[in-house]
């Protein structure tokens, strides 16, 4: 049935094993064609196989995920995946309608949801934004990407401190600490850094969760670091 194969993907997805789901999350798409929430999973699962390649596997899941009308939607985990693409696409083939284009999904989804995720991600493209503005001479634009960014970040540490008062597993948890630990760090508040390093290290999740995030707050602060050269 429908749902037993769902249930099944959902399992594989939970276990990392993204090309196991995918067949069986096309399967229920046949059964449920209209079903929002399973083109979202059949377009993250699609995305995250990185099959045949990662930069065909993302081409695919763009095209899964404009069934859900991503650039009209106000559906907050449509517009978050859609964010999520351009960027791994824009990191592969560094375009800049791939950054504008995350950048957009990314700012629709926040304004939406005022949520940590969207905003955490928008902040750090909007930085990178303004540097590659800087690095040609568009001091305006760059500036104002860069001030954006650190507004955002302030009101994303806002939205993660009220998320930790809900009661939530260790991996999410963890995850509303990288976010605060990373806004922080771009903010260059060091002791509130510290701070949420060390509650989000405290806690038992796999390693590959800590790299993710060490790996994306060493790309912030390189950024960080290159932004105010170009302002000086």
């Known amino acids: ?21 995918c067949p069986l999350l096309e399967e229920v798409c046949k ?21 045949p390649t990662p930069e065909a596997a993302l081409l695919k899941a763009k095209k899964i995920l404009e069934q859900l009308l991503p650039m009209t939607t106000n ?51 909007l930085d990178r934004r303004g540097l590659m503005a800087l690095k040609v001479g568009q001091c305006d634009e760059g500036v104002a990407d860069a001030v954006l960014a650190r507004r955002i970040r302030r009101d994303v540490m806002r939205y993660a401190e009220q998320a930790l008062t809900n009661e939530m597993k260790d991996e999410k948890r963890y995850w509303v600490l990288a976010t605060l630990w990373e806004a922080a760090v771009g903010l260059g508040a060091k002791e509130e850094a510290q701070k949420w390093e060390s509650q989000a290290r405290g806690l038992k999740v796999p390693a590959w969760m800590v790299e993710t995030t060490v790996h994306q707050i060493g790309a912030v602060q390189a950024t960080l670091v290159e932004i105010a050269q170009h302002r000086a």
Do not use: C, M
């Open 31 to 51: 059964q449920r064609p209209n079903d929002s929430f399973v083109v979202q999973q059949l377009a993250l699962a699609t995305y995250k196989a990185k099959q």
């Open 75 to 125: 559906d907050p985990e449509t517009l978050g995946l859609w964010g999520a693409i351009h960027k791994r696409l824009w990191e592969l083939r560094q375009q800049e309608t791939d950054l504008n284009e995350s950048i957009a999904a990314y700012e629709r989804g926040f304004s939406l949801k005022q949520d940590y995720y969207n905003g955490i991600n928008l902040a750090f493209l």
């Open 1 to 21: 049935s429908a749902k037993s194969s769902l249930d099944a993907a959902l399992e594989k997805i939970a276990a990392s094993d993204f090309v196991a789901a």
